[in-house]
């Protein structure tokens, strides 16, 4: 059981320094938005961490696909939508081709909370960009992340944010009160663990696993001071 117990060490440690590593990349990603000259050879490497906040721009996709701002933005929204998709079909083929155990819940909840709470930041910037505008000395305002979209004068504008408040109810407000429902049954969770059913816990590591038993709801503030 040592090597077992070990081994689940590590994985735990690795899941958690990325999750931190990746936030933090996040974090600075985000200085890339303020108008600051950057010198060389930092603005490059603040332009590049641009790509973690979906932003597919940074990598030339629009160029190369030919696609405009608003088939751009549906992209860049979708990208949670893969990973939930991948997720299921890579276990499903590990169950019914591989002949693999797999508890599908558990390891569903755990992987994808684990990989969406690395995101979150990416996520609720990509769901607000429309909201965010800065004002002309005319009076009028364009987006920031797409100076040529005029806001709040419908047309292109009008489909952004109706893009930006569906895809917030699909992905990062789902996203949130799974993690509320997490922190309000954690008690629950840790009695049923004591009668030998860890199955709850264990799909849940991901808001646990990084704070003492005292603190299980941190993550909950973790999240929000991420905003």
């Not at 936030?23 to 930092?42: A, D, H, I």
């Not at 997490?182 to 264990?202: D, M």
Request: glycine share 6%; with cysteine; aromatic share 14%.
């Amino acid at each position: 059981n040592r090597e077992q117990i070990t081994g689940r060490m590590s994985i735990m440690s690795l899941g958690l320094v990325s999750t931190i590593f990746i936030s933090t990349l996040q974090t600075l990603s985000m200085f890339g938005r303020l108008s600051v000259n950057w010198f060389k050879p930092l603005d490059a490497l603040v332009l590049s961490l641009d790509v973690l906040q979906f932003n597919p721009e940074v990598l030339r996709v629009g160029c190369s696909l030919q696609a405009d701002a608003k088939l751009m933005y549906m992209g860049r929204q979708l990208i949670p939508m893969l990973i939930v998709v991948i997720i299921p079909v890579v276990l499903a083929v590990k169950k019914f081709s591989l002949k693999m155990p797999v508890d599908f819940y558990f390891i569903i909840t755990n992987t994808m909370g684990t990989i969406f709470s690395a995101l979150f930041i990416a996520m609720i910037n990509s769901s607000f960009a429309p909201f965010v505008c800065y004002q002309h000395p005319a009076g009028s305002e364009s987006m920031l992340s797409d100076p040529s979209v005029m806001c709040w004068e419908g047309g292109d504008h009008a489909f952004w944010v109706g893009v930006s408040i569906l895809t917030f109810f699909i992905f990062p407000l789902p996203f949130a009160a799974l993690i509320g429902y997490g922190i309000a049954r954690y008690s629950n969770f840790v009695k049923e663990a004591a009668t030998g059913n860890n199955r709850h816990l264990l799909a849940f590591r991901f808001l646990f696993y990084r704070f003492e038993n005292k603190a299980y709801f941190y993550n909950c503030i973790f999240m929000l001071r991420s905003l």
